[in-house]
Each structure stands twice: as structure tokens, then as C-alpha cells.
């Protein structure tokens, strides 16, 4: 079986491993199935919950897609050859509790080829991250510490780096650099070299991947039963158009989808079905809120 075919059968038993788990922990929703063809080639799964007891929305994806680059895509890919493949698993998860962080995933493995057909360029990219309303601190550590457990193993270098990526990624350009979340690992364009086979960038794609319920999971069973107020949600949905802001100005996978002929609902599924905007508004002096505000920025979570 070669890359390309392995990647594909991972992400889809990975769909169904979350999935399974996610409607578990909920207890009221299910996930509806979405099979959807793409016309440029290919399609994709959208799994998508909705009003549970746990989860007010989210969904957990996977795609195949290919056809031609968009010539804009091609100069900045910086590629002469405009045939793709691109596959994938995509989740966002935003729970009903004000306590109990969003969380986005994302693995993925595209292929270029050039007009004959022929392999030409591949690589892996992906990353989880976490956006939380309401923090603590020992929860960000933990979430952190898993991805680095998940990293190690391929060389010491590469949770710190990854870590990085993810800071400057996630991050509202627009509003003087606030960060969306406290971060995660991001990498991209991993091509194999002289150093690196695929068959290691997809193990460790594969590490990361499987790391992502090890990283959550304590996480959402830890503060699903909090109780909460409308003023947790009030803030709840302030930070999440912050959210949203990113999603539609700056993500990079949003303009992929949408430039290649993408299915707009299932692109656009990461956003929050509630959200707010609140002109000039500041978290008081001294609150959760605030000490919030003061942990998105670039932080060391692993040794607090």
C-alpha cells in the first residue's frame, strides 16, 4: 500500500475512533453523516453534531479531493505543474460549556503531479490546537506536555519548533497579534529529503494524530459538569468571534477549500453557531476573564 493510500485508511478508521468517542461522552447527539462529491474530484465525509448535552456543535471530517490547481494556489505554492491531490482530516469541536475549551485538529497529505501524471512533490502537514474560554493553568500544561510526548520521539527539536509555528499561526494580525487560543503544534510542508522517507514524516503525522484524544479528552470530562452563568456564556461567545475572525480572514485551509472548489458547508463547519461582538469590550480588572487574556501570548506550558 503506498503513502498516499495508507494516510487515506488512517484518517478514516481515526473519523470514526473520535466520533465514537465524542457521541459517548455526549450521551444525547449523534453525529449525521454528509457523503458529498466534489466537481472538481473526488469528495469527502462531513460528520457533524449538533445541541447535545456536551457538544453545541462540531464536526469531524475527512476529504479526497484532486483536480487542477488554481493558478493562484500554483505561484504560491510556488509549483509549474497544477495537477493535486489532497486528503485529510478536519475537526472543530465547540462545546455547550463556557469551562470546557474548543478544540481544532487538523492532518493532512497532498500530492502534485506534473501533466503526464507523474509524482512531482509531496508533502504532510497538520497540528491541534486549543481555545479555551476559561483556564487552568495546570490544564494548559497538560494539553501541552501530551503534543510534546507525541513530538519527542522524532527528535527533541521539533515540539519547540512546532510550538512556534502554532503561536505565530493562530494569531488575529488584525487585532494587534491576540492569539486565538493558548496554541498547540502547527507544521506544514514536511517533504521528504535525504534525511527524512515518507514512511517516517507519515509515522509521525500518525503520532500526533493519535495524540489528539490523549491531549482533550481529560480535558472536556474534567469541566463538562460546571456549572456556568449567561455572563460565562456572554464571554464564551466574545471569544469566539475572535474565532470566527480567524477562520474567515486568515486560515489557510478556509482559502484552500473555498479556491479549489471546496464545499462551502463543509468548510465553514469550524464556526461557532453562536458568537458576539461587542464594540470596545475589556474583561474586568482581576477576572478569570483577564487572566485569560494575559495567557494568549507566546508561553512556555510545559514548565509552569
Known amino acids: 500500500m503506498d503513502i498516499k493510500s495508507e494516510f487515506i485508511f488512517f484518517i478514516r478508521s481515526l473519523q470514526i475512533q473520535i466520533c465514537d468517542v465524542m457521541e459517548s461522552i455526549d450521551g444525547k447527539a449523534i453525529f449525521k453523516q454528509d457523503v458529498w462529491q466534489s466537481q472538481e474530484g473526488g469528495g469527502g465525509l462531513t460528520n457533524v453534531i449538533a445541541n447535545g448535552s456536551v457538544f453545541e456543535k462540531g464536526g469531524v471530517n475527512t476529504s479526497v479531493v484532486h483536480g487542477i490547481l488554481p493558478k493562484m494556489l500554483q505561484k504560491k505554492t510556488n509549483v509549474e505543474y497544477g495537477q493535486f491531490m489532497a486528503c485529510g482530516l478536519s475537526l472543530v469541536l465547540h462545546p455547550l460549556n463556557p469551562f470546557v475549551p474548543t478544540v481544532h485538529a487538523n492532518f493532512r497529505y497532498f500530492e502534485l503531479y506534473d501533466q503526464a501524471g507523474d509524482l512531482k512533490d509531496s508533502w504532510f502537514g497538520g497540528g491541534i490546537d486549543l481555545t479555551p474560554y476559561y483556564l487552568e493553568e495546570s490544564d494548559g500544561s497538560y494539553f501541552h506536555r501530551t503534543l510534546k510526548e507525541a513530538c519527542d520521539p522524532f527528535g527533541a527539536q521539533l515540539y519547540p519548533m512546532y510550538k512556534?509555528?502554532?503561536?505565530?499561526?493562530?494569531?488575529?494580525?488584525?487585532?494587534?497579534?491576540?492569539?486565538?487560543?493558548?496554541?498547540?503544534?502547527?507544521?506544514?510542508?514536511?517533504?521528504?529529503?535525504?534525511?527524512?522517507?515518507?514512511?517516517?514524516?507519515?509515522?509521525?503525522?500518525?503520532?500526533?494524530?493519535?495524540?489528539?484524544?490523549?491531549?482533550?479528552?481529560?480535558?472536556?470530562?474534567?469541566?463538562?459538569?460546571?456549572?456556568?452563568?449567561?455572563?460565562?456564556?456572554?464571554?464564551?461567545?466574545?471569544?469566539?468571534?475572535?474565532?470566527?475572525?480567524?477562520?474567515?480572514?486568515?486560515?489557510?485551509?478556509?482559502?484552500?477549500?473555498?479556491?479549489?472548489?471546496?464545499?462551502?458547508?463543509?468548510?465553514?463547519?469550524?464556526?461557532?453557531?453562536?458568537?458576539?461582538?461587542?464594540?470596545?469590550?475589556?474583561?474586568?480588572?482581576?477576572?478569570?476573564?483577564?487572566?485569560?487574556?494575559?495567557?494568549?501570548?507566546?508561553?512556555?506550558?510545559?514548565?509552569?
Not at 474534567?222 to 474567515?248: C, I, M, S
Not at 464594540?279 to 474586568?284: R, V
Open 164 to 304: 512556534e509555528n502554532c503561536d505565530r499561526y493562530f494569531v488575529n494580525s488584525h487585532r494587534c497579534d491576540e492569539a486565538r487560543g493558548i496554541g498547540g503544534i502547527f507544521y506544514d510542508y514536511q517533504r521528504p529529503d535525504y534525511l527524512r522517507k515518507p514512511e517516517n514524516l507519515f509515522a509521525f503525522s500518525k503520532a500526533c494524530a493519535n495524540a489528539f484524544l490523549k491531549a482533550y479528552i481529560p480535558l472536556l470530562i474534567k469541566h463538562k459538569d460546571t456549572p456556568f452563568t449567561e455572563e460565562h456564556r456572554r464571554w464564551q461567545a466574545h471569544r469566539r468571534g475572535r474565532y470566527v475572525e480567524f477562520n474567515l480572514i486568515h486560515d489557510k485551509g478556509t482559502l484552500f477549500g473555498i479556491q479549489t472548489g471546496g464545499r462551502t458547508d463543509s468548510i465553514l463547519i469550524s464556526l461557532p453557531p453562536i458568537a458576539r461582538w461587542d464594540y470596545d469590550f475589556h474583561p474586568d480588572p482581576g477576572s478569570p476573564e483577564e487572566q485569560l487574556m494575559q495567557w494568549l501570548k507566546p508561553r512556555d506550558w510545559i514548565n509552569v
